[in-house]
């Protein structure tokens, strides 16, 4: 991934919360494979309509050159993995009305997250380090 200094929602980018970066490497031959997880907030538009998202990112690369720093959260997400997946959206608001889980506590927590975020569009929630990019620059 990309760290970018300004945000650009044609270029798809995620807040991260950096604490939740976990995952597991393996040597592959002379190469090394990574695959893990981080939770992460991120705004796509459809329609005219900007909508804030909550959810995890599958994190996961088969040709790095050198292993991870696994205690780097930063390093990990700077490592050119693949990010053809984008994120898994477990929570959605769009000001009007939510998509996302039943459970009403789960809600809750997405909303208390969701409504600031949309609200101060394009700001990146507390806890959430943003905005970070798969694609390359342009």
Not at 44 to 59: F, Q, S, Y
Not at 79 to 105: K, Q
Request: charged share 20%; proline share 7%.
């Amino acid at each position: 991934m990309i760290r970018e200094t300004r945000f650009l929602i044609s270029r798809k980018p995620y807040a991260i919360d950096l604490s939740t970066v976990t995952g597991k490497q393996h040597p592959r031959g002379d190469l090394h494979a990574f695959s893990g997880s981080a939770n992460a907030v991120w705004y796509r538009r459809k329609d005219g309509v900007t909508r804030a998202c909550i959810g995890t990112m599958m994190l996961f690369s088969h040709y790095l050159p050198e292993p991870l720093n696994l205690e780097d959260p930063r390093a990990v997400l700077a490592a050119g993995l693949d990010g053809r997946y984008g994120g898994d959206c477990h929570g959605r608001w769009d000001g009007v009305g939510y998509w996302g889980a039943e459970d009403l506590d789960v809600q809750a927590q997405h909303l208390a997250t969701l409504r600031p975020m949309l609200a101060d569009y394009p700001s990146t929630p507390p806890g959430y380090d943003g905005w970070w990019t798969f694609q390359t620059p342009a």
